[in-house]
């Protein structure tokens, strides 16, 4: 089976930087999604990890540790704007995608 | 403008009226899936398909029924709506049914109420 497992809720201030982490189990992994979604949005695409290591976008990264079943999301220079949810997702073959529950982040002046 | 596009986006009904939600996609995609959003639980696929007159189920598909007649329309059948398919849907698509690595592009969203 699988499991994913993210922390609910975070808080942050605007400027800062913040680390959302996400662990799993699986027993087939192809890579590992990251999306963004706001309030009653649909979720929009972040970044996507198949290998080791930190893949850089902008203010957001991510990094995987395939050996560990750990990634995380870091979000720099905080802005009000990317108060949303970040929902992890686990590719572990071509016809699915299993999502963890999301962290809600919250971001303050 | 590629999209994903469902309808209706919020709908009311009482249990047992069937029901249908569509999703149209614009982008020729291959794969597209369904999947349901409660509190606490996250996203849940619910059927997907790899291409016309291909699907199969996810992980909660009790109750719900789909087809796939043209590849670019992907709807979702509720039979005999319960109070425990309120919820928020949202279909989603990518375009080669065989490559995991592509991100899947998803719709607004529809929010079911069932009474």
């Known amino acids: 089976g699988q499991n994913i497992d993210q922390p609910t809720e975070m808080t942050a201030t605007e400027g800062a930087i913040v680390q959302i982490n996400c662990t799993y189990q699986t027993s087939g992994f192809n890579g590992l999604f990251w999306y963004q979604q706001h309030a009653g949005e649909a979720p929009t695409f972040l970044s996507y990890n198949v290998l080791d290591g930190l893949e850089e976008k902008g203010r957001f990264s991510s990094f995987l540790s395939r050996s560990k079943g750990y990634s995380y999301l870091l979000l720099k220079e905080l802005q009000m704007k990317d108060s949303a949810s970040y929902l992890c997702?686990?590719?572990?073959?071509?016809?699915?995608?299993?999502f963890g529950a999301g962290t809600r982040l919250a971001v303050h002046p | 403008e590629a999209q994903v596009t469902q309808n209706p986006r919020y709908l009311i009904t009482v249990t047992g009226k069937k029901l249908t939600v569509t999703c149209s996609q614009n982008?020729?995609?291959?794969?597209m899936s369904w999947y349901r959003q409660d509190p606490g639980l996250g996203l849940r696929q619910i059927y997907y398909?790899?291409?016309?007159?291909?699907?199969d189920k996810g992980d909660v598909p009790e109750g719900y029924k789909v087809s796939r007649k043209e590849k670019r329309n992907f709807p979702l059948i509720l039979e005999s709506p319960s109070p425990n398919q309120t919820s928020l849907y949202f279909c989603?698509?990518?375009?080669?049914?065989?490559?995991?690595?592509?991100?899947?592009?998803f719709g607004d969203g529809t929010r079911l109420s069932i009474l």
């Open positions: 989603a698509s990518r375009g080669t049914a065989y490559n995991s690595n592509q991100p899947q592009h």
């Open positions: 398909s790899m291409n016309v007159e291909v699907t």
């Open positions: 982008m020729n995609h291959e794969y």
């Open positions: 997702g686990l590719s572990g073959g071509y016809n699915k995608l299993i």
